[in-house]
């Protein structure tokens, strides 16, 4: 089996008396969509926030590309190679499509100091944006402005700004949120052919998405792994239907 | 045809002061009757850059020949030295800093007020005088406020049983008056101008403390006193003017003041009234385009001032005699009435440093 | 509606003509008046970098203008004085020429933009505005308290300082080096907005989550931003101290940098020429109604509110069609 | 009549224009559903409603204009909103969010924990500290303490995991069963609202593109407007 | 230094937070609920103080002088609302800074034009004039201690009305999102209009408690309103506790500081010098105090949001 492109060890965090995450251990290896689906309130966005650095974790270690990153901030591990989506979009609302788009391709270029010259004007960051944003399908949306566009839209846009990153691993909070059927199901292709580039870390609460992708799935309850397994292993479970699909799946 | 530029400060927080020596230097020019003299009037806004701009604009563009009004030592500092040496005159309706009359000096710059220091000299005198020996001191942490405290203590003789420099600008006096009470001091001497000073005699009335204190007559203007109320009766202050001097000039200044703004005169509006009859006595005699001449007729002094005799030294600031005044209550109006002489024919601390 | 470009091209062009015309017309207030607009709107360019582009809405900036005033104070005094300026073991004769004077103003008022900037930007929004508003209060209360360089009633320096090859006295000479300065930090200010750190920057003031997860660090981003900012207002007030020839604590006060932020408000926050026009607009008012009666700050109020209510994005947002971060 | 009535109902974002023509209404008791892909107009339509937005055109409840009304009066004809996104009251507690627009009528703080348990156990609590789905059903109750004679759902069971959402849906159709309360759906399952609602109304590009009984949707016109 | 002269410190430290919380509370009241930076807070303090002299000096009583204040205040904050604030709800926070500058202009100089340049008059009333004796012989004013008195009676009040009635809980939830309680059938603009009033009402009278001891004249609202800043980014925008804890320890530092800081420095350097810097840290001891809390705690002591 290959190495794990992305590890976490023991991740423990508190909060007060409340546990959020709870010694989870957990790995995304090369070409696979791993999903981890949960009640809400499970602490999985507590667990993203671990992975991608905007919380310390009390305890445990996480590990990307065989490295301890569990000391570097949010820039340095997107460096390393994280791409975040979020669960709600964070995205500059008042700039154009394409200067978000840019905005990650600048990060991934790392030269950000560069005070003269325009940055539109900058031919090999302005390529790979709208390149990325050509793939999303917003390639006729590039000078809108992010405000207007409708919520599926940004969906996309968020997507589009994580590959232009380039990462060497994805992690989606709940990228079908919000999405109508006809978008799930676009976007479900989308990230079927995505895992080819780079893994997945999927949190969604969307089991048509999540049954159709999903290589593994891990359990999230009460910030505790409960169950990692196939699709099919996960459905069948007693625990996991009483839990969190209840007559669903 | 004589233009002066009047610049001061006619709007904000300090306006009472402005507005006094305005009236006081308008009041003797409508009653000299002269109509050769333009007067343009600007406001500071008690700010020092807006005061250079409008002195700038006196000088570039009205092309003033003389100018006054400042009221403070910090815009008169911005403003002063870059007039006199355009060749403009200066006449001090109030502000006196050391370094004007020290190595600052200049002789196109007088003086109609005082120095700085004048007055708190005259109330550290007073003190001797009065038998006190140990004086707790306090006065706001700025320039103004250290030459307060170096003026009371040149002629003080006694003690000190403390001293204390405020917040410019602080208005809440509680602390310093619990000390006051600690200190087992005989004498209060505050120097507290405007706000402060109200602020600070109003509490210090309510705290139960009745240590007598004293004071330069900044604190104890006829605005100010109306404020305070009983709160102030019986201060003693120091002022090189009151409305009870005893002076043909000075009882026909303060009725005709009062007849013509409806309140009596502070000694802001007597030194404005002053600067216009210092410059209408020296216009008689000469031009200002002629400036040896014209500087030769202010230092002359020849004028009927509202503090009697009145005359310049070497540094072109007053030398004068210098009043204790007591807070008393005429009817509902609460006014100032003099008790005796501070000091007499009082030149200040800085004439020899000044090569004039 | 105008296109922003031909707008900020016309303002420039009318400060200049106003200038030229009063040359000509043997005005020289009105030259000096002219420069106190251009000074100003210098010292809102500078804050509108934080303001605008990064968010940063400082109540401090009168900082890094009082900074740049005592530069120039400091080191003319010593030479007015004919005494040396002792920093440590170091003994300078202090100096009267502006480029020098520049130099310090700018290389001080960054340091202690860098020193605010990192202490300041943990915070954010209204807790951002009040500490570096504490930060002002500071420093103005140590110059008032200063005795060595006048306290509160400040430093007269008789001459303004030189600038090789051309006479400052004369009002225009002095209008033409301010303005030319003023264009400049423009046109660096346009470059900076559309480069990629202006598109960072700009991504970071809206939301900086997104910022850090494409690897870069918006309190770095704010902090540069801040700097140059703190720069250009220090800049300013070297300019605005030798116009004077005055310096005192008053360019330390907090009043100072509120009205810093309403001639950007006035203008158009986070537009190229907005501060400009606000300045212009500040100085004119002043000038005008302050001849008309005592109580002319009721009209001044009067209307800046009418502003307010009816120019939505100040004057230039009502006079440009191009909402912003249209490119 | 009907009780909630639009017609040729158009609105704009500022300069973009969102609403084009939304015919919709609501009558006593009916549960009716909004549907439509992402961005044609659900959400916006219900912000005209609720008077969120300016708008034109006809839009009146229990034969009032609405168009005359400010937020609060239309509200206080009887509409109750539980909005897209929750937006429950973070720093206040979990009693709070209910009393706070409460207004008299059958359902009360009694009445909303019977409907929802989970709440009765945590009334103290911040809200900010519930989980999504206790946010959700604290939402709707909220909206239900208003004693409303027309509640919108806006996206009622977003994020929530499958339990909760099954939970919710039970809710929504004891409400419907038990009260009589009309109902405007929106909602991505269009099973669930199948099974829930009596009619339906479609939205495309802002304007209502079909309207008529669920029964009646077939299976070609929601392929083509919902996408399933 | 004596026990006893620390105690009259610390009491005096007391009355000056309790009083910056009256203007404290209004203004974190208006940030909390409208997000709005109101720079004219300190004018509603003015005019609280020269409605209460108008008033004193016509009547010589003070209860009516103090009712005038509030009434005279109240009305005052919500004209303001109703003219300007309430229009530019929907605009850019920035703006409201503009207007509530421009609103300072008008009203200060308006007061000039009414009342002239010169500080008006208004004492204590006999019956709270003059000293009393506290327990170990400590003499106080009786005046400062009604005002602490009146100082907690008001946090009290406050935290009632904020906490317990529906009206508080309306206001708490306008902060969360003003939209949706508007929404739900509660008149925000009436809200609004009621905070800016019951804001502006505290502030003048604080305005004609003040001014009792200190000086009546324009432009006194100032100096307060920055104080009554620094009380609530220290205590934590939007809560009426945190305005409470900061307007104490503001009080607190600044009386305490300016009296210690001074005997601290002559420690180490000559009385005279001492002096001085002693002064000059104390001015700005609640500057540095603020500071510190923000590095320490971004969002102040009890604030959750930025
Ligand atoms: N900063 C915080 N302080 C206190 N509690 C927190 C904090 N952040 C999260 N929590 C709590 O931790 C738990 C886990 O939250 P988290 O957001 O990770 O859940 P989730 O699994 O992502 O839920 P959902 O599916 O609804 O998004 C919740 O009970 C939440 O209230
Ligand atoms: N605040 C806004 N400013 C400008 N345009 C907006 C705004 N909100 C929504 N829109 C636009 O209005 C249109 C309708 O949006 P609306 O939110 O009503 O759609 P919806 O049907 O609710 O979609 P969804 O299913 O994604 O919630 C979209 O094109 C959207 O881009
Ligand atoms: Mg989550
Ligand atoms: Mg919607």
């Known amino acids: 089996m290959a190495d794990p492109v992305l590890s976490t060890d023991g991740l423990t965090k508190r909060f007060g008396a409340l546990t959020a995450s709870d010694g989870i251990s957990l790995d995304v290896r090369p070409g696979e969509i791993h999903a981890v689906i949960g009640p809400n309130g499970a602490g999985k966005s507590t667990l993203i926030h671990q992975i991608c650095g905007g919380l310390r974790p009390d305890h445990g270690r996480v590990h990307l590309l065989g490295q301890d990153v569990t000391a570097l901030n949010t820039a340095a591990r997107a460096r390393a190679g994280l791409g975040r989506t979020f669960q709600i979009s964070a995205l500059a609302m008042e700039d154009s499509v394409l200067q978000n788009a840019m905005l990650g391709a600048l990060g991934r270029s790392g030269r950000p100091w560069r005070f003269f010259g325009r940055a539109l004007g900058d031919a090999d960051l302005r390529a790979r944006a709208e390149d990325c944003l050509a793939r999303v399908g917003l390639a006729d949306h590039l000078h809108a402005r992010t405000a207007t566009l409708s919520h599926g839209q940004r969906r996309q846009l968020e997507v589009a700004v994580a590959l232009t990153l380039e990462p060497r691993i994805f992690i989606m909070d709940e990228p079908m949120a919000g999405l109508g059927s006809d978008g799930s199901a676009k976007l479900t292709r989308f990230l079927d052919r995505l895992r080819e580039e780079a893994p997945i870390l999927l949190v969604e609460h969307d089991m048509d998405a999540v049954f159709a992708l999903a290589d593994r799935v891990s359990v999230l309850v009460y910030g505790r792994v409960i169950a990692t397994g196939t699709v099919a292993e996960i459905r069948s479970s007693a625990e996991v239907r009483e839990a969190y699909l209840g007559e669903e799946g | 045809e004589i233009k002066v530029g009047m610049i001061t400060t006619l709007s904000g927080g300090g306006a009472s002061l402005g507005i006094d020596a305005r009236d006081g230097f308008m009041l003797a020019l409508e009653q000299s009757g002269r109509d050769d003299i333009e007067v343009i009037i600007e406001d500071d806004q008690q700010k020092p850059d807006i005061a250079v701009q409008l002195s700038d604009k006196m000088i570039q563009s009205e092309r003033v020949d003389v100018m006054t009004g400042i009221i403070w030592s910090n815009l008169a500092m911005a403003v002063v030295p870059g007039a006199v040496n355009q060749g403009v005159f200066y006449l001090s309706v109030n502000a006196g800093p050391s370094q004007l009359a020290g190595p600052g000096c200049h002789e196109n710059y007088f003086n109609v007020a005082w120095q700085n220091d004048n007055l708190h000299e005259a109330a550290g005198a007073w003190a001797n005088q009065t038998g006190y020996s140990n004086s707790f001191m306090l006065a706001p942490n700025y320039p103004a406020g250290h030459d307060a405290l170096t003026g009371y203590k040149r002629l003080y003789e006694g003690e000190s049983a403390g001293e204390i420099f405020t917040e410019l600008g602080q208005t809440d006096y509680a602390a310093e008056i619990a000390q006051i009470r600690a200190s087992g001091a005989d004498s209060v001497y505050f120097f507290l101008p405007g706000g402060m000073g109200i602020s600070f005699l109003k509490q210090y009335a309510d705290s139960g403390v009745d240590i007598p204190v004293i004071g330069p007559a900044f604190s104890f203007d006829q605005a100010i006193l109306q404020a305070v109320g009983d709160a102030a009766l019986g201060v003693v202050n120091t002022s090189q003017w009151s409305k009870d001097i005893d002076n043909p000039t000075n009882a026909a200044f303060v009725e005709s003041f009062e007849e013509k703004y409806g309140r009596l005169p502070s000694l802001y509006a007597s030194q404005g009234f002053d600067t216009a009859n210092l410059l209408i006595s020296a216009l008689e005699t000469a031009e200002p385009s002629d400036a040896d001449a014209f500087r030769a007729a202010l230092k002359a002094a020849d004028f009927d001032s509202t503090r009697g005799e009145f005359s310049f030294g070497a540094n072109h600031h007053p030398v004068q005699t210098i009043y204790a005044r007591e807070v008393v209550k005429e009817g509902d109006i609460y006014t100032n009435k003099i008790i005796g002489t501070a000091i007499e024919n009082h030149a200040d601390a800085y004439v020899g440093e000044c090569s004039m | ?327 | 009549m009907s009780l909630l009535d639009l017609s040729a109902l158009t609105a704009a974002y500022g300069v973009s224009q969102a609403l084009f023509g939304v015919d919709l209404s609501v009558g006593e008791g009916e549960v009716v559903a909004l549907m439509g892909r992402n961005g044609m107009g659900k959400t916006t339509t219900v912000k005209a409603i609720c008077r969120m937005i300016p708008s034109q055109g006809g839009l009146s409840f229990d034969g009032q204009d609405l168009h005359r009304l400010s937020s609060h009066r239309a509200a206080r004809l009887g509409i109750g909103l539980v909005p897209e996104g929750r937006r429950c009251f973070g720093d206040l507690t979990v009693r709070e969010n209910l009393v706070v627009a409460a207004r008299p009528g059958p359902w009360d703080l009694a009445a909303a924990t019977r409907l929802f348990p989970r709440l009765g156990e945590r009334m103290a609590q911040r809200a900010a500290s519930l989980s999504g789905g206790e946010q959700q059903m604290l939402v709707i109750g909220r909206a239900l303490m208003t004693n409303p004679r027309l509640l919108i759902l806006d996206e009622a069971t977003e994020g929530l995991a499958p339990i909760i959402r099954q939970e919710i849906w039970a809710a929504i159709r004891r409400l419907k069963s038990e009260t009589g309360m009309a109902i405007l759906l929106i909602d991505k399952s269009v099973r669930e609202l199948a099974s829930v609602c009596d009619r339906a109304v479609i939205l495309q590009r802002g304007s209502t593109v079909w309207a008529g009984p669920m029964g009646e949707m077939t299976s070609d016109i929601s392929e083509r407007y919902v996408g399933v | 230094m004596s026990a006893i002269l620390i105690i009259e410190q610390i009491l005096n430290g007391l009355q000056f937070g309790v009083m910056l919380f009256l203007m404290a509370a209004g203004l974190t009241l208006i940030f909390g609920v409208m997000g709005l930076i109101n720079l004219a807070h300190g004018s509603f303090y003015m005019v609280g103080a020269f409605a209460a002299a108008a008033v004193a000096g016509v009547t010589g009583s003070f209860l009516l002088a103090l009712i005038a204040a509030l009434i005279v205040a109240a009305l005052a904050g919500a004209m303001v609302e109703m003219v300007v604030i309430r229009r530019l709800y929907a605009s850019d926070h920035l703006d409201q800074v503009l207007a509530t500058f421009a609103l300072i202009l008008i009203f200060s100089e308006g007061t000039r034009w009414i009342f002239g340049s010169f500080p008006l008059y208004l004492n204590t009333p006999a019956t709270l004039s003059g000293p009393v004796t506290l327990p170990g012989g400590i003499q106080y004013p009786l005046y400062r201690l009604a005002l602490i008195a009146v100082g907690l009676a008001v946090w009290g009040g406050l935290w009632w009305l904020i906490e317990r009635t529906r009206i508080g809980i309306q206001i708490r939830a306008g902060e969360n999102d003003r939209e949706m309680i508007a929404a739900l059938g509660i008149d925000i603009s009436r809200l609004y209009t009621l905070i800016f009033a019951l804001g502006a009402a505290l502030a003048g009278l604080a305005g004609a408690l003040v001014g009792t001891i200190q000086s009546v004249q324009v432009g006194m609202g100032e100096p307060v309103l920055i104080l009554a800043f620094v009380c609530i980014v220290i205590g934590g925008i939007g809560s009426i506790k945190g305005a409470f804890i900061g307007a104490i320890l503001v009080g607190l530092t600044s009386t305490l500081g300016g009296i210690f800081l001074p005997e601290l420095f002559k420690v180490f350097t000559d009385p005279a010098t001492a002096q001085a810097a002693g002064a000059s840290l104390a001015s700005m001891s609640i500057y540095i105090l603020m500071s510190l809390v923000l590095i320490w705690r971004p969002t102040g002591l009890f604030g959750a949001r930025a």
């Not at chain 3, 504490?134 to 360089?149: K, P, T, V």
């Not at chain 3, 008309?292 to 800046?304: A, E, K, M, R």
Request: with cysteine; glycine share 14%; aromatic share 10%.
């Open chain 3, 1 to 327: 509606m105008i296109a922003e470009r031909w707008l900020n091209l016309a303002v420039l062009a009318g400060l200049l003509g106003v200038a030229v015309w009063a040359r000509i017309a043997d005005q020289p207030f009105t030259i000096t008046l002219t420069t106190r607009a251009v000074i100003l709107a210098l010292a809102a360019v500078g804050l509108n970098i934080a303001l605008g582009l990064g968010g940063l809405v400082s109540l401090g900036h009168a900082v890094f203008f009082g900074l740049g005033g005592y530069a120039m104070g400091i080191l003319a005094f010593h030479v007015q004085t004919y005494t040396p300026l002792e920093i440590g073991p170091i003994s300078i004769a202090g100096s009267t020429s502006m480029p020098v004077i520049w130099l310090t103003a700018i290389a001080l008022s960054s340091l202690a933009a860098l020193g605010i900037g990192l202490l300041s930007l943990r915070t954010s929004g209204a807790y951002f505005i009040m500490i570096t508003l504490a930060f002002g209060q500071m420093f103005y209360y140590f110059a008032i308290s200063w005795n060595r360089y006048g306290g509160e009633d400040g430093l007269s320096i008789y001459v303004r300082n030189g600038f090789p090859g051309l006479n400052t006295l004369i009002p225009f000479q002095f209008f033409g080096i301010c303005f030319a300065l003023l264009c400049l930090v423009l046109l660096i200010g346009d470059r900076l907005a559309r480069s990629p750190f202006g598109l960072a920057l700009n991504a970071a003031r809206q939301v900086p989550v997104r910022v850090e997860t494409v690897g870069l660090s918006p309190f770095r981003l704010k902090l540069v931003a801040f700097v140059i900012s703190g720069a250009v207002t220090g800049l300013a007030g070297a300019l605005f101290a030798d116009l004077n020839r005055f310096v005192s604590p008053t360019m330390f006060s907090w009043q100072l940098s509120g009205e810093l932020i309403v001639l950007v408000i006035l203008g158009g926050v986070g537009r190229l020429i907005g501060p400009v026009v606000g300045a212009v607009l500040f100085v004119a008012l002043e000038h005008l109604l302050g001849g008309l009666t005592d109580h002319w700050h009721v009209f001044l109020g009067l209307i800046l509110l009418v502003i307010v209510l009816f120019a939505r994005g100040g004057i230039v947002g009502l006079l440009s069609r191009r909402r912003l971060g249209d490119g």
